[in-house]
């Protein structure tokens, strides 16, 4: 295929697949789309590692890297040390975590130090989300022949915009508004990935089927041509043509790749997704601080009970989901049927079309089959002109 998003990225079919495993990021690129690997948990050292492996199994095909720096959190800019980041956690919450596993039959006791261990690991990481580590891990990545860096969440850092612009590598920004796209473009971003409500992870409300036109036509209305790539639930290459048809030049994709052969999801949530529908998410603020879109459990049923505590801002209120999720995870493939009934990951209302176990490459396949019957049906539908 040919268009603009092919021509910048260097690809043969407009699909990006947003993904945390490398063996997914290396797969879709393989099979002619783009992988973009999700690196906000990673140190530059784990970076280094990841994007080693990346190189040696993508057969020389571009990939990209997602990471997050947003615009508000808790303690953005400021270096503060891991105790003083774990202190400021009300016990209050951390309390509440422990009474939604007791009820389903967790040994909080015989797990509380696993948990605390990898809250302690985890703080880590929001020097990620505070731009303490974005200049480090921008140094790793550009080190690596990356063809696409992304910010998640906000305006990009100025210096991601400038090492971007100094190797050549296009920049792409998250956006759920039309006025998030137009501050993006003014700001010097290349790509716009137009977020709809129905996606999984961070998201805002509006959908995907009306934010697309109203994106592409507020851009045009600026006289800008900067390429858009749809995302939100997106999950067949009949929902990409739909897309395209409004004007996007792609689409940028997460959820449908967490079912995949390759994909390391827990193999108990990845069961629960399999047989889930699209009313089996909900959004909600409990796992990051900001509106995420996540698989229905009691976990999630308990956040948005009443008297539950108020999620905390980003990214304290990971410091308090996070831990007890991972080991939760780790628990449910053993014989805790409390734990298995918890278990929960971030994934969007496409769910309820992830229906069939498959390769990576077999979904691009798929995708690219989907979207050329979606051309041809709406070829046929018009007839000789």
Same mark, same amino acid.
């Given at each position: ?11 043969e ?5 947003f993904?945390?495993?490398r063996?997914?990021?290396?797969a879709v690129s ?16 784990t ?11 993508v057969d ?6 997602d ?5 508000k ?6 270096q503060l ?11 209050g919450?951390?309390q ?8 389903h039959?967790?040994?909080?006791g ?7 261990a990898?809250?302690?690991?985890q ?10 580590t974005a ?5 790793v ?20 915009l400038?090492m971007g !612009? ?20 003014a700001a010097?971003?290349d790509?716009i ?5 129905e ?23 600026m ?5 858009v790539l749809a ?9 990409m043509?739909a ?13 449908v790749?967490?079912t995949?052969v390759e994909?390391?999801?827990?193999p ?7 047989a889930?529908?699209?009313?089996d ?8 601080? !900001? ?20 999620p905390l ?9 996070e831990?007890?999720?991972r080991?939760l995870? !780790?628990l449910?493939q ?6 298995k ?17 498959m390769t990576?490459?077999q979904?691009?396949?798929g995708?690219k ?5 979606a051309?041809?049906r ?5 007839g000789?002109l």
């Open positions: 295929m040919t268009n603009k998003i092919c021509d910048m990225l260097g690809i079919f407009p699909l990006i697949a993904s945390h495993c063996d997914v990021v290396a393989r099979a002619g789309g783009m992988g973009v690997f999700g690196g906000v948990n990673c140190s530059p050292e970076l280094e590692e990841e994007l080693s492996w990346i190189d040696d199994h020389g095909k571009p990939y990209g890297l990471i997050i720096v947003p615009n959190v808790e303690g953005k800019g400021e040390d891991p105790e003083t980041v774990l202190a400021s956690i009300p016990e919450h951390k509440f975590t422990n009474e939604i596993l007791q009820r039959g967790v040994d909080v015989r797990i509380s130090g696993d948990i605390e990898v809250r302690r690991e703080v880590a990481s929001t020097e990620n989300l505070r731009g303490g200049a480090a891990i921008l140094d990545a550009f080190r690596h022949p990356i063809g696409l860096v992304a910010n998640a969440l906000g305006v990009p850092p100025p210096v991601m400038e !612009k100094q190797h050549g590598v296009p920049v792409a920004a998250l956006i759920g508004t039309k006025e998030h796209a137009m501050n993006q473009v010097g971003v790509i990935v137009a977020v709809g409500g996606a999984g992870g961070h998201t805002g409300e509006i959908s995907t089927m009306v934010l697309i036109p109203e994106v592409c036509n507020a851009l045009a209305a006289g800008d041509d900067t390429p995302a939100g639930g997106i999950a067949t290459g009949t929902q043509a897309a395209m048809s409004m004007g996007a030049s792609g689409v940028w994709c997460g959820s790749w967490l995949t994909a390391e999801t827990n108990v949530v990845k069961e629960k997704m399999l889930a529908s699209s009313r998410t909900v959004r909600a603020r409990s796992r990051t601080g !900001k509106p995420s879109r996540q698989l229905r459990s009691p976990w999630t049923d308990a956040w948005q009970a009443e008297g539950a505590p108020t801002p980003m990214p304290l209120q990971s410091l308090v989901a831990p007890p999720l080991v995870d !780790k449910s053993g014989d805790s049927q409390g734990a009934d918890l278990a929960t990951y971030w994934v969007g209302q496409g769910v309820g079309l992830m229906n069939e176990q990576a490459g979904v691009v396949q995708f089959e989907d979207f050329l019957a051309y041809e709406l070829a046929a539908n018009l000789e």
